[in-house]
T-cell receptor, first 111, second 114 residues
Framework: DAKTTQPNSMESNEEEPVHLPCNHS???????IHWYRQLPSQGPEYVIH???SNVNNRMASLAIAEDRKSSTLILHRATLRDAAVYYC????????????FGQGTTLQVKP | ETGVTQSPTHLIKTRGQQVTLRCSSQ?????VSWYQQALGQGPQFIFQ???????GRGNFPPRFSGLQFPNYSSELNVNALELDDSALYLC?????????????FGPGTRLTVL
């Protein structure tokens, strides 16, 4: 299974943009890039996913490098509720579509 | 639309005992995946059930087993509990096995083995 590398932790100020990086140098052509986040005492929550092109939704934006070896999750205006562990996951459309979680990035948002 | 629910919320068992955890999938979903999350770690895939059959398994011993029922709810059974089985157990439902569809997670069951 292809691996991802993320910083252990990041800090942000409230109402400022946050850029969460992820390296995935061994990504293959069929791997989708998924982001989930886990708020304290909750199960993981889907944030966004993409294959090649940049993606936007109501929660965040996903910027994917042209060679697909890295990506960045962008939270446009961080709020205190965005404090969570963010997981970058490579997902293959296999018979299970299982998610392979790494350690994730713990995001702290300061008021 | 009802989300993924899990029961019980918390559970305390002793080493050697057996435990059953339950999960109700989101309405319209026929696939349930189970994950184990040790403290401070990311979730680890245990197995997946699709249309009442096991559809893939992670690196977990046979004492971890499961069931899926006709209404797509699911159970995770763990026999001969060990101290290292203490973790948060998460289930996730999705609409189609093997796709890259979103997985929707429940809040988890916190299992403590003494």
């Amino acid at each position: 299974d292809a691996k991802t590398t993320q910083p252990n932790s990041m800090e942000s100020n409230e109402e400022e943009p946050v850029h969460l990086p992820c390296n995935h140098s061994t990504i293959s052509g069929t791997d989708y890039i998924h982001w989930y986040r886990q708020l304290p005492s909750q199960g993981p929550e889907y944030v966004i996913h993409g294959l090649t092109s940049n993606v936007n939704n109501r929660m965040a934006s996903l910027a994917i490098a042209e060679d697909r070896k890295s990506s960045t999750l962008i939270l446009h205006r961080a709020t205190l509720r965005d404090a969570a562990v963010y997981y970058c996951i490579l997902r293959v459309s296999s018979n299970t579509g299982k998610l392979i979680f790494g350690q994730g990035t713990t995001l702290q948002v300061k008021p | 639309e009802t989300g993924v629910t899990q029961s019980p919320t918390h559970l305390i068992k002793t080493r050697g005992q057996q435990v059953t955890l339950r999960c109700s999938s989101q309405s319209g979903h026929n696939t349930v995946s189970w994950y184990q999350q040790a403290l401070g770690q990311g979730p680890q895939f245990i197995f997946q059930y699709y249309r009442e059959e096991e559809n893939g398994r992670g690196n977990f011993p046979p004492r971890f087993s499961g069931l899926q029922f006709p209404n797509y709810s699911s159970e995770l059974n763990v026999n001969a509990l060990e101290l290292d089985d203490s973790a948060l157990y998460l289930c996730a439902s999705s609409g189609l096995a093997g796709s890259t569809d979103t997985q929707y997670f429940g809040p988890g069951t916190r299992l403590t083995v003494l």
